[in-house]
């Protein structure tokens, strides 16, 4: 799919179905209403010891997730919020040097304008295209979790610093600005995988509720100017 086309031309459904499509998958049917079949439970994208991406735990770089976070207030310019509810792709894992926590860290989609959304999308897709064009669907038919090695792999060994300066660069997302974050995995609660086949939705969610203490629109337009 191109996320890009279809944000801006959607064809396979309207606009309005889209944005409501959006909330239900990945808002009601995630991080609500526990839907059998739908939810996944970060832990059911399991490795072996000996798997080379084990290491990554319950997170794995290229990868979409949706989560509760009580962090603390986050201060962007003179607004202050609370990040409750990231839609984060994850780029990295580590561990703070002083605390010895355990973070997870990536660009949180709330905080930006779907068109933003749209073109990294689109640039995370040109990656891997066969994999996103075809091998997905057909994992998708057998419900199975699928993801994208070659992606993940893309965002090795610098734990996605070049990706972050790519995209910083092209887009005029600063890589300074506040989408970029940092999640201390032990404030994280009812942490859900996005499914690849549901992607197509995240350009279009509108989901105030995500931010509480802050105007969303004036966050993203803070943190991206994106122009087609």
């Known amino acids: 799919m191109n996320y890009l086309e279809e ?13 409501t499509m959006a909330y239900k998958t990945i808002i009601t049917d995630l991080m609500v209403s526990n839907v059998k079949g739908i939810k996944r439970a970060v832990d059911l994208t399991y490795w072996s010891d000996e798997d080379e991406f084990a290491r990554y735990g319950s997170f794995i770089p290229g990868n979409f997730y949706a989560f509760l976070y009580d962090g603390g207030k986050v201060v962007q310019g003179n607004q202050e919020y609370h990040d409750r509810v990231p839609v984060m792709l994850a780029l990295g894992v580590g561990e703070d040097k002083k605390s010895h926590r355990e973070y997870v860290y990536g660009l949180n989609f709330n905080l930006l304008p779907g068109l933003t959304r749209a073109v990294i999308l689109k640039e995370i897709h040109d990656i891997d295209a066969s994999f996103f064009d075809v091998e997905i669907y057909k994992d998708h038919t057998k419900g199975r979790h699928v993801f994208s090695k070659t992606v993940l792999k893309s965002l090795q060994p610098d734990g996605g610093v070049k990706f972050i300066k790519y995209i910083s660069k092209k887009f005029n997302v600063n890589k300074d600005c506040f989408a970029f974050r940092r999640y201390y995995i032990d404030n994280i609660s009812r942490y859900r995988l996005i499914d690849v086949w549901q992607w197509k939705y995240i350009p279009f969610l509108e989901y105030k509720e995500g931010i509480r203490g802050a105007e969303i629109k004036k966050l993203q337009s803070e943190n991206a100017d994106v122009r087609k």
């Open 7 to 19: 944000f801006l031309k959607p064809k396979d459904m309207s606009r309005s179905e889209y944005e």
